[in-house]
C-alpha cells in the first residue's frame, strides 16, 4: 500500500488549496478514505472521511462547510478541497486508507498512511 500527498503550501487567510492523494497496492475502490491533520505537540485529528463508491462523507466540526472531499476511483485519488483557510487550519495533513468500506473518524480504524503534506495558512 502507498499513498502519495500532494497540494500543499502556504495560502492566505481566506484562500483556498486542493490536496491530493494518490493511492496504490490495494483496490481503492473498495476502501474508505480518510484526511487527518496534526501540529506539534498535538495528537492526530480527524478532518473528513469520505466512503467507498457511494462517497458518503463526514467532516470535523471545525471543518465543515469550509472544506470538501471527493475521490476518483478511475485514477485512484482522494481530494481535500479546502476554502475560506484559516491560520489554525495550519498542519501537516495526512491521508489514510480505511480499514472498511465506510468511513470512520477514529484514526486507529485506519490501516495505511501517507508521509504527509504541509499546509501553513499564514499573511
Known amino acids: 500500500v502507498q499513498l502519495v500527498e500532494s497540494g500543499g503550501g502556504l495560502a492566505q487567510p481566506g484562500g483556498s488549496l486542493r490536496l491530493s492523494c494518490a493511492a496504490s497496492?490495494?483496490?481503492?475502490?473498495?476502501?474508505?478514505m480518510g484526511w487527518f491533520r496534526q501540529t506539534p505537540g498535538k495528537e492526530r485529528e480527524f478532518v473528513a472521511a469520505?466512503?467507498?463508491?457511494?462517497?458518503?462523507?463526514s467532516f470535523a466540526d471545525s471543518v465543515k462547510g469550509r472544506f470538501s472531499i471527493s475521490r476518483d476511483n478511475a485514477k485512484n485519488t482522494l481530494y481535500l478541497q479546502m476554502n475560506s483557510l484559516k491560520p489554525e487550519d495550519t498542519a501537516l495533513y495526512y491521508c489514510?486508507?480505511?480499514?472498511?468500506?465506510?468511513?470512520?473518524?477514529?484514526?486507529?480504524?485506519?490501516?495505511?498512511w501517507g508521509q504527509g503534506t504541509q499546509v501553513t495558512v499564514s499573511s
Open positions: 489514510a486508507k480505511g480499514s472498511q468500506r465506510y468511513y470512520s473518524t477514529v484514526t486507529s480504524e485506519y490501516s495505511a
Open positions: 497496492g490495494f483496490t481503492f475502490s473498495r476502501y474508505a
Open positions: 469520505i466512503s467507498d463508491g457511494v462517497g458518503r462523507s
